[in-house]
T-cell receptor, first 112, second 115 residues
């Protein structure tokens, strides 16, 4: 079945440093979604990318969807302590129009 | 408005007991999902309900797991004869339309510990 891999599994940065997490799917995705889960919290939707090569920005966050629609990245510029949490990517497996396969996430910690 | 709510927030049970977990989706959301999240892991899809259609139960890990959705709103996930490996956070999510493109709104989860 479809696999969604994320790297790195963990990332610790100093406040102000940049951070990037990468997401790779074993199959082509019709779209990819990103969620953030704060420690002890539940996943919260951040963004959805649909088009090949799409780039979207949310303040200091930049999301990219690869040309082949099999990979994606999330880049945070000048991290802040409020960025702490686990970032998950998720995409629908082939033939599904509602299931999402989630990656295992990247846990970001920020040292103030 | 109110988000997705789940109860109980925490549940400790003994191995072999049955448990029921409840999810109240956002009012008007027709799609409802159950996921399981083990410590340090991603979200494992369990089951999906959409309106009055037959649910997709393909993610349920064993026949000890079942779920219902009454009146197209509240859902209950039941785990019979719980095992220690069932310990996890059970998350419910709802969305407003059939298409996967719609945002999934997650509840706070139920933390289940099987002793």
């Amino acid at each position: 079945g479809q696999q969604v891999m994320q790297i790195p599994q963990y990332q610790h940065v100093q406040e102000g440093e940049d951070f990037t997490t990468y997401c790779n799917s074993s199959t082509t995705l019709s779209n990819i979604q990103w969620y953030k889960q704060r420690p002890g919290g539940h996943p919260v939707f951040l963004i959805q990318l649909v088009k090949s090569g799409e780039v979207k920005k949310q303040k200091r966050l930049t999301f990219q969807f690869g040309e082949a629609k099999k990979n994606s990245s999330l880049h945070i510029t000048a991290t802040q302590t409020t960025d702490v949490g686990t970032y998950f990517c998720a995409g629908p497996p082939g033939g599904s129009n509602y299931k999402l396969t989630f990656g295992k996430g990247t846990l970001l910690t920020v040292n103030p | 408005g109110a988000g997705v709510s789940q109860s109980p927030s925490n549940k400790v049970t003994e191995k072999g007991k049955d448990v029921e977990l409840r999810c109240d989706p956002i009012s008007g959301h027709t799609a409802l999902y159950w996921y399981r999240q083990s410590l340090g892991q991603g979200l494992e899809f369990l089951i999906y309900f959409q309106g009055n259609s037959a649910p997709d139960k393909s993610g349920l890990p064993s026949d000890r797991f079942s779920a219902e959705r009454t009146g197209g709103s509240v859902s209950t996930l039941t785990i019979q004869r719980t095992q220690q490996e069932d310990s996890a956070v059970y998350l419910c999510a709802s969305s407003s339309r059939l298409a996967h493109q719609e945002t999934q709104y997650f509840g706070p989860g139920t933390r289940l510990l099987v002793l």
